[in-house]
C-alpha cells in the first residue's frame, strides 16, 4: 500500500501514554488536482461523507476508500451515512466494488433512493412490557442457565494521577446512568415467564471510596487493590434488581487513585465501553470547569431500539436473512477439532488466561499490502490466516470461528450505550489445493455476505439451525476472532496522566479469542483462552506459529498452501490430546409415546407450547429438537413448575437428552418434595 502523502519531521508528538499522538500530527500538504474535486452534488457530499469517516482532509474523487485507511467497520459507517443522506441500503459488498467517490457516485446515479430497512425512531410510546431485544433475550436466558454468574461482567479500571476531583467522577457516574435508560434498566418477567423491560429514574449513583493509602507498602498496597478488583470483577449483577453500571474509587496516594467500573453485557458491549470512557471525560471536564458537556443531546434509548427491532425482525424478513445463514452453515461441525491438553469439562467453565505478542512490522505490513492487491480488508488476510493455522493443528478442512460485528448500522445508535454487538459465524472451505490468494478471494466473499445478513440475532440463528445444545460448549463456534480499535486518545484530561490496567479475574467466554490490533511497531496480538482446556505453553506455540504463517503465506501466495505451511505438522507440540469427536451424524427420532401420568402431562404441556398435536411429540426427542427455542423453553420450566408444584431452574434440566429423562428428573423432584412435606409435617406435629 503506497502512501498519499509523506510528511517529514524531526520528532513524533506523543501523549501521556507514550504513544504517537495522531491528533497532534501535521496535516499532510496535498496538491490541488482539478479532478479531485466534487463535480456535482452528489460527488461533493460523498467528499464531506468520506471525510468526516476517515478524519482526514484532502479526499479526492479517485481515491481509494480502503488505500486512504478504511476497513470494514469504517465501511459500515461509511453505509449508515449513505443510508441517512440518500435514502438507499448499500450493501457492504458495494463499497469494496466502488471503492472510489468517482465510481459510487455512478452506482448512487443508477439506482433509486430505496430503503427495506425501516428508519428508526423513537417509539410513539413505550409499552408497558417493553420487550428485550434478541441479544438481551440470549444473555437473559443464559443467566438462567447459569445461575449467578460474573461470566457476561464488562469491567474496566483507570490509573488515575494527577489532582482529581472526587465529586466530579461521582458526578460523571451519575449523568452517565442518567443519560443512557439502559444502564437504569432492569428485567422483570411476566406471570408466563415473557421477559421485558423496566426503566426506572436515578436521582445518583453510589460511589464508594476506598482508602488504600495507609497500606504499609506497594507490594500490600497491591495486594489490596488486585483482591478488589477481583471481587469487583466476580461479583454478579441482579438483572432484576440492578443498575447495570457499578463504578468505585480507589485512592493509593496523594493525587494516585484506580476508578474501577463494571458495566453487565445485557446493557453494554466492546463499543459502549469506549463510549463510557468518552463520555466520563467529557462529564468530568464539564463538572470542573462548570459548563455543558461537549455531548450532543441522545435522540433515541435502547428500548427504541429493542421495539424497532422486534416490529420489523420477525415472518418473512428474518426468514429471508435466515435461509442465506442455513444454506452457509449446512452441517458444519458441533464442535472445532482443534486438538485441547485436558478433557472438555462437560459444564463449561470460563477460567481464562492472556498472552500477548507481536508480529513483526515487516511481516504485518507485507500482508497488508497483500489484501490490498486483492481489494480485501486487513481482517479477511488476518482471518484466512487462522483458519489455515487452525486446519493445520486440527487436520480438518472444515474450519468455523466467529467474529463480532458492531451492528450499528442504524442512525442515532452510534453514541449509545446498548447491547447491538452481533455475532457473525465465519466457514473457510479448505478443500482440494487452494492457495493463499483463493482462500483470501473465499473469505472476503464470506464476510461480505456475513455483513450482508447481519441483522439475524446470535440467538435466532441458533434456534434455527438446531445444533446440538451442550452445556460444555457454545454453539456453532467456540473460537472467536475480534479486530481491535485503539481508543486511547479518548484518555485525555489537562492535568491527569490516565491510563487503563488489568481489572479483576480474567475469563475466557470462549476456547480462544483472538483479539489483533494495529500498533505502531507492528500488529499487537492477544490471545485469551479457556485455562481448563489449554495449557499456557500450548498457546505460546500457537501464537508463534500463527506469526510463521503470516510470514510463509505472504512469500508464497500463490502456492497450495498446504505446501506453503507444511512445516506446521513437523512442528506440532507431543503434548496435545484430542478430545472425545462428537458423533455429527444425525439420525431420525423414533416415535415413541408417553408412558404414564408425567410423562403425559408433560407431552401437553409441549404440544400447547409448540403448536402442534401431542401424537407429534416423540419421548425420544428432547425440546429443541421438536422445534422449541430459548424463550419457548422457559415457558416450558414455568409451565412444569406451576402443574407438578416443584422448582426446577434451567441449569437442572437443560443437558437432558429427551423428554424421557426430563419427565423422569420431574418425578425425582415431586417425590423428594413430598417427602420434605412430610418430613416439615411431621416435626410441626412433635413440636406440637
Known amino acids: 500500500m503506497l502512501p498519499s502523502a509523506i510528511v517529514s519531521m524531526t520528532e513524533f508528538p506523543l501523549n501521556s501514554n507514550g504513544k504517537i499522538d495522531r491528533k497532534a500530527l501535521p496535516a499532510p500538504e496535498f496538491t490541488a488536482v482539478q479532478s479531485q474535486a466534487g463535480r456535482n452534488g452528489t460527488e461533493r457530499t460523498l467528499v464531506q461523507i468520506w471525510s468526516a469517516i476517515l478524519e482526514r482532509d484532502g479526499v479526492g474523487i479517485n481515491d481509494n476508500f480502503f488505500e486512504l485507511g478504511g476497513h470494514s467497520l469504517t465501511a459500515m459507517k461509511l453505509v449508515s451515512e449513505i443510508k441517512k443522506q440518500f ?49 438481551q433475550q440470549r444473555l437473559w436466558m443464559l443467566a438462567h442457565i447459569e445461575g449467578d454468574s460474573s461470566h457476561y461482567n464488562m469491567p474496566m ?65 497491591t495486594q489490596q487493590l488486585q483482591a478488589y478488583l477481583t471481587n469487583e470483577t466476580k461479583s454478579p449483577f441482579a438483572l432484576d434488581s440492578d443498575l447495570m453500571l457499578r463504578a468505585q474509587l480507589f485512592r493509593l496516594g496523594n493525587e494516585h487513585y484506580v476508578l474501577a467500573a463494571t458495566m453487565h453485557h445485557i446493557a453494554s458491549d466492546g463499543w459502549s465501553m469506549d463510549i463510557l470512557i468518552k463520555e466520563f471525560v467529557a462529564f468530568y471536564k464539564a463538572y470542573n470547569q462548570s459548563t455543558a458537556p461537549s455531548l450532543q443531546p441522545l435522540e433515541l434509548q435502547y428500548a427504541d431500539y429493542a421495539c424497532w427491532q422486534r416490529n420489523w425482525l420477525y415472518g418473512d424478513v428474518l426468514d429471508a436473512q ?46 497488508e499490502i497483500l489484501c490490498q492487491r486483492h481489494e480485501a480488508t486487513l481482517f479477511m488476510g488476518i482471518q484466512t490466516a ?81 445444533p446440538k445444545r451442550s452445556l460444555s460448549f457454545s454453539p456453532l463456534f467456540q473460537i472467536l476472532l475480534v479486530m481491535q480499535n485503539d481508543n486511547v486518545d479518548e484518555l485525555v484530561v489537562p492535568g491527569l496522566d490516565i491510563k487503563p490496567i488489568t481489572s479483576g479475574a480474567q475469563v475466557s467466554k470462549y476456547d480462544i479469542t483472538l483479539s489483533v490490533s ?43 498452501i498446504f505446501t506453503a505451511t507444511s512445516w506446521i505438522q513437523d512442528a506440532l507440540p507431543t503434548s496435545v490430546v484430542s478430545h472425545l469427536a462428537l458423533n455429527d451424524e444425525s439420525e431420525q427420532i423414533a416415535y415413541e409415546p408417553p ?23 416423540s419421548m425420544l426427542a428432547n425440546f429443541f429438537e421438536l422445534g422449541g427455542n430459548s424463550l419457548l423453553f422457559i415457558r416450558l420450566l414455568t409451565k412444569v413448575n406451576k402443574v407438578f408444584g416443584i422448582k426446577l431452574k434451567v441449569q437442572d434440566v437443560f443437558d437432558l437428552n429427551n423428554l424421557r429423562e426430563f419427565a423422569s428428573f420431574i418425578t425425582i423432584n415431586c417425590q423428594a418434595m413430598q417427602a420434605k412435606t412430610e418430613m416439615s409435617e411431621d416435626e410441626e406435629e412433635e413440636v406440637i
Open 518 to 560: 494495529e500498533s505502531d511497531a507492528g500488529l499487537y496480538v492477544e490471545w485469551e483462552y479457556n485455562t481448563d482446556l489449554f495449557d499456557e505453553q500450548t498457546i505460546v506455540t500457537l501464537d508463534l506459529h500463527f506469526q510463521r504463517v503470516i510470514e510463509s503465506v505472504t512469500q508464497h501466495p500463490e502456492e497450495n
Open 386 to 466: 487462522f483458519s489455515v493455522l487452525l486446519s493445520q493443528y486440527s487436520n480438518s478442512k472444515d474450519v468455523v470461528i466467529g467474529t463480532p460485528t458492531a451492528n450499528r448500522d442504524q442512525s442515532g445508535i452510534a453514541d449509545m450505550i446498548g447491547f447491538f454487538v452481533n455475532m457473525l459465524v465465519l466457514r473457510t472451505d479448505l478443500t482440494g489445493q487452494p492457495s493463499f490468494n483463493d482462500l483470501l478471494a473465499q473469505s472476503k466473499k464470506v464476510l461480505l455476505e456475513a455483513y450482508t445478513h447481519q441483522h439475524v440475532p446470535f440467538e435466532q440463528l441458533v434456534d434455527k439451525l438446531q
Open 157 to 221: 479500571a483507570l490509573e488515575i494521577k494527577g489532582p482529581l476531583c472526587e465529586a466530579a467522577v461521582a458526578s460523571a457516574i451519575t449523568q452517565i446512568v442518567q443519560r443512557h435508560e439502559v444502564l437504569r434498566t432492569s428485567i422483570q418477567t411476566t406471570p408466563e415467564g415473557e421477559p421485558y423491560q423496566m426503566i426506572s429514574e436515578v436521582e445518583a449513583v453510589n460511589l464508594p471510596l476506598v482508602d488504600l493509602s495507609a497500606s504499609a507498602n506497594t507490594l500490600e498496597q
Open 87 to 135: 435514502n438507499i441500503d448499500v450493501p457492504l459488498k458495494v463499497i469494496f466494488e466502488k471503492a472510489s467517490i468517482v465510481a459510487f457516485a455512478d452506482w448512487l446515479n443508477e439506482h433509486q433512493p430505496q430503503s427495506h430497512i425501516p428508519v428508526l425512531r423513537a417509539a410513539a410510546h413505550k409499552e408497558e412490557h417493553i420487550p428485550l431485544s434478541y441479544a
Open 322 to 367: 435466515l435461509d442465506y445463514w442455513q444454506q452457509q452453515l449446512a452441517g458444519i461441525p458441533q464442535v472445532h477439532s482443534l486438538p485441547t491438553d485436558k478433557p472438555r469439562p462437560k459444564v463449561q467453565t470460563f477460567v481464562g488466561a492472556r498472552h500477548r505478542s507481536f508480529v513483526a512490522k515487516e511481516a504485518y505490513q507485507q500482508l
Open 595 to 617: 408412558h404414564g401420568e408425567t410423562e403425559q402431562q408433560l407431552v401437553r404441556i409441549c404440544a400447547e407450547l409448540l403448536g402442534v398435536g401431542e401424537f407429534e411429540i
